[in-house]
């Protein structure tokens, strides 16, 4: 069953964007799901820019995505988060699980990982070649925790709860990478922690990072948020809609009609009319008829099977 409302608190939310090209319907999903939910709680909605991999990084995207916010009408509370900029309080969080002995160093490259590797449902599975110690003539690449013993329940507001043995169903996940850049899990937990975050509204397609952003946050002796995984909208193929799919960017001059289809999406039934109103007017409307409680609770709905409000 999903997890109760939770208690009274000062509530803070955040939309987390990765810039690595324009936002889409998907993305609009979860930002729209989140502010949605903060204003609920009448609290802080806030913007994290998820740059830490840069190689990736498309010019002009992070520009593109707050200025595609604001035409919708999704502003934030504070000042956005770069996590570019924050690569010292990061090595601070691997120092602490180095000296908490539950990081170790790898030398196993991707490749020789996949060789050997079984398949998990969050992707392939360390088998641990490197957590008694690096192999002669082997050099540090990345560093990793050890998931040894460690059993992990995510009781998701929306979502059924997940249980997760992370030695056998995830394995020893980097926290740090073999160019140098730190991982997408440490940087996450971390980030949360130092906002504040009470809760993580984000899609199902990570419903399964948080076991292990569950363990960082145990081991680092951090909070740990409460957590609603919304449905993620997928493509006639079935492939969750992204950058890598080709997902269509939002379109500024279609802002309230995609606003609505998003609110449809969500299981919200927006009037027909509110697909011409200014985009102000569609999240005034939003925030007085949310209900989180009616957002599907299945992991993917297809995206052809959402159309604005007529």
Known sequence: MPSAEPSATVYRGRFAPSPTGPLH???LIAAVGSYLRARERSGA??????DLDRPRQTPGAVDDILSTLEA???CWDESPVYQSLRDEAYQAALDGLIEGDRAYPCGCSRREVAAVASRGPAGLIYPG??????PAGRRARSWRVCTAGAEITVEDRLQAALRCDLAREIGDFIVR??????????ACVVDDAASGITEVVRGSDLLWSTPP????????GLPTPGYLHLPVAVNDQGHKLSKQT????LQRDRAAEQLTAALTFLGQNPPGALHRAPPAEVLEWAREHWRWRAVPNRAEVPETAV????
């Open 72 to 74: 919708f009408g999704l």
């Open 177 to 186: 990478r073999g160019d140098g850049l730190f991982a997408y899990h440490l």
């Open 45 to 50: 909605w806030l913007v994290r820019i998820d």
């Open 25 to 27: 319907f998907g993305s």
């Open 246 to 249: 080709f997902a269509a960017p």
């Open 129 to 134: 070649t490197c957590r008694n110690g690096l």
């Open 307 to 310: 159309k604005p409000a007529e």
């Open 213 to 220: 952003q569950m363990l960082l946050q145990r081991l680092l």
